[in-house]
């Protein structure tokens, strides 16, 4: 049986792949071998002995301490994708709420009904064109980060909205659209864009990424749309393009204290992946990950260590992970066989300094075997899964 311990409310849709005959869900386990997580901050959490990995149900896992995990051998998932149409629809709402001064309109009607305004009907005829704004049609939108949310963005705006696309991601060889035109620099994407939308991961290349400097490139009254990570942002360099009317509105779903309530700042309270459609889909597929890694040794999407995705064998298999340049794989192999354990297929896969093995066995391993594995130097974590 494994334990697994839950950071927050994980929708049951995830639990129920975790069948009970082998897992146990428990919110308070004081050692559990896996952790399923959203937004809770595990960076000054202690990381017990026995935990095998970590699962986030979503695709930022700046709350989670990676670099301590890689150090333990816990691999990391997230889970890329899973929440990507949730935040594409909340976006395409924001590039309209913002064009068009939808939220000031609502504002100076409560205002007007507050201070007991007559006929508010004809009030709002007399006031509507200080609310007016530009049409999305034919206006250019730079998406900055073509992963699985940034893509569904831009194709929903080149393809439903009618705008130009500008595409920016030096990690992306592949071409996602062609009615998105990639761009080589973001200077070229900020000097062109009428409007501004991130959709990266928050790294230490990333952060502050919109600093003074590029805001000074970016087109008097641009609007700039934050549904990534608030960190990219520089706070003060953006409070002085409001103030300048360098950038006509910022929308951002990470409010803190320095930019909420700045005249030109839509803060919203971190909507991006609040549906239960995203809840369902992240959660599902964070427990299907951490699962296949517990019962199978099967890894995927993880963050840290190597992706190793292949068939699930009903027989017992070793696995074996450790530093790429001092584990021997062959030697796994020659141990298991003289041990008598009858090994067949190995799987192996690298990434940075790690390697990982998985090794199919006819029998399971004795304790010998095992005692004998755990010898090799340069093994981080080896365990048998029957």
């Not at 064009?99 to 009907?121: C, F, H, P, S, Y």
């Not at 704004?133 to 439903?160: C, D, F, K, Q």
């Not at 990333?206 to 960190?231: C, E, H, P, W, Y």
Request: glycine share 10%; charged share 20%; with cysteine.
């Amino acid at each position: 049986m494994y334990t697994v311990k839950t950071l927050n409310n994980i929708a049951q849709v995830g639990l129920s792949r975790l069948p009970a005959d082998r897992f146990v869900i428990d919110a308070d386990a004081s050692a559990p071998d896996a952790i399923l997580v959203r937004s809770a901050d595990m960076r000054g959490m202690a990381l017990n002995d026995e935990l095998l990995c970590i699962a986030r149900a979503g695709a930022g896992t700046n709350n989670i301490p990676v670099d301590r995990c890689s150090e333990k051998g816990v691999v990391v998932f997230n889970t890329p994708g899973a929440n990507a149409n949730a935040v594409k629809e909340l976006v395409l709402c924001a590039l309209m709420l913002s064009g068009r001064r939808v939220l000031e309109g609502i504002e100076w009607l409560r205002d007007e009904k507050k201070a007991g305004t007559m006929d508010l009907g004809m009030a709002a005829e007399g006031a509507k064109n200080a609310f007016a704004g530009p049409e999305l049609m034919g206006r250019t939108l730079g998406v900055i980060g073509l992963g699985a949310i940034g893509a569904m963005v831009a194709r929903a705006a080149s393809l439903g909205l009618g705008m130009k696309v500008l595409g920016y991601d030096p990690f992306l060889a592949r071409h996602i659209d062609a009615s998105v035109r990639r761009v080589k620099t973001l200077e070229r994407l900020l000097e062109d864009s009428d409007y501004v939308t991130l959709h990266l991961p928050l790294t230490d290349g990333t952060r502050g990424m919109i600093s003074f400097d590029q805001m000074s490139r970016m087109k008097t009254g641009v609007i700039v749309l934050n549904f990534a990570r608030g960190a990219l942002v520089n706070n003060k360099a953006m409070i002085e393009a409001l103030e300048t009317g360098r950038v006509a509105s910022y929308v951002t779903d990470f409010p803190d204290d320095e930019i909420t309530g700045v005249n030109g700042v839509v803060a919203l309270p971190h909507l991006g992946a609040c549906t239960p459609e995203a809840e369902d889909n992240c959660a599902a597929m964070a427990a299907s990950q951490l699962g296949d890694y517990l019962l199978h040794g099967i890894i995927r999407n993880s963050v840290n260590l190597p992706e190793c995705v292949f068939e699930k064998s009903p027989k017992p298999c070793i696995t074996v992970l450790g530093s790429a340049g001092s584990v021997d794989p062959g030697l796994i192999t020659e141990i298991a066989a003289s041990q008598g354990c009858g090994p067949g297929n190995l799987i192996q896969a690298s990434r940075d300094d790690w390697i990982y093995a998985v090794l199919e066995c006819k029998s399971a391993p004795s304790q010998e075997c095992m005692e004998r594995l755990r010898l090799v130097q340069g093994i981080s974590r080896i365990r048998v899964i029957t």
